[in-house]
């Protein structure tokens, strides 16, 4: 809304969404379009003065407590990012309800669901920027979304390092504390060195993008480094903890069941390589 909303959105969502007085969520990743989003099937057709929707938006973060969508939908014959618009939708809008909300693995702070759209009457105005700019807005968003969970991932595995420095410090087995034995060293060791360069990696690409400079080759680079090596350092804080890594009475396990979903949502690890390697090869930056 920011980047392509009219002054009048801005006016109308802004102050609410950045007060946190409304939350929003946003609804791209369809039951039949993930990695390929711009194959999506939602449609909007125009009625009037109101856009009517159709479709299912699939692993939506914050469903349930989002009071405001950012839904894409096929609104032209175009194949592809071509054919796709971007809407404003208020949850409280006639046909817009909450489907199946998923049980997960792990992030089980914020809701997952499905938004479903049954012939739902969103307002001519709140069509986002032109029609068909859709898949132009969501590839932008997506960088945003994926350097927030680079952050994200991040912080998991600084918090698995954390983790596992205190245990080895405190568990002692064979007469002195397991922080002693070279094989927890070394994987402390390993564990410090990867979260410092993933850390730096989402640093340069938060640092290009305030800079308004390309990034979406170094934002692929930090989603991909910083959550596959989330995902590794809460297997080793597992495997530092031992058996106590495996039950809820510490937090590596937590860490561990939070960490995999970074190498999904915002683009698969396989996703960021191929944008990376694109851009290697000569493609797109």
Not at 23 to 29: A, D, K, Q, R, V
Not at 67 to 90: K, T
Not at 208 to 225: C, D, I
Request: proline share 3%; net charge positive.
């Amino acid at each position: 809304v920011l980047k392509f909303g009219t002054e009048a959105q801005k006016r109308r969502y802004l102050p609410d969404l950045a007060s946190g007085r409304s939350l929003g969520c946003y609804c791209l990743t369809e039951p039949s379009a993930g990695s390929d989003a711009m194959s999506l099937r939602a449609t909007a057709r125009l009625d009037g003065e109101a856009w009517v929707l159709n479709g299912t938006k699939a692993f939506v973060t914050n469903a349930v407590e989002a009071d405001i969508c950012i839904i894409y939908a096929r609104s032209g014959p175009e194949p592809g990012a071509r054919g796709l618009s971007a809407f404003i939708v208020e949850k409280a809008f006639a046909g817009v309800r909450v489907g199946k909300v998923e049980q997960k693995l792990g992030i089980k702070c914020s809701s997952t669901a499905e938004i479903v759209l049954e012939d739902a009457r969103v307002p001519r105005e709140n069509l986002l920027g032109e029609p068909g700019l859709g898949g132009r807005i969501a590839l932008a968003t997506l960088d945003g979304g994926r350097l927030g969970i680079a952050a994200q991932a991040v912080g998991i595995a600084r918090a698995a390092l954390d983790a596992s420095r205190t245990y080895a410090r405190e568990r002692k087995q064979f007469g002195r504390v397991i922080g002693e034995f070279q094989a927890v060293q070394w994987m402390l060791a390993d564990m410090a060195t990867r979260l410092e360069a993933a850390r730096l990696l989402t640093y340069r690409a938060a640092w290009l993008r305030q800079q308004g400079r390309p990034h979406t080759k170094e934002t692929s680079m930090a989603k991909l480094f910083a959550s596959e090596t989330a995902m590794w350092a809460a297997h080793k804080a597992v495997q530092i903890h031992g058996g106590y890594g495996y039950i809820q009475d510490y937090p590596a396990e937590r860490y561990f069941r939070d960490a995999k979903i970074t190498e999904i949502y915002e683009g698969t690890s396989e996703i960021q390589r191929w944008v990376i390697a694109r851009s290697v090869l000569g493609g797109r930056p």
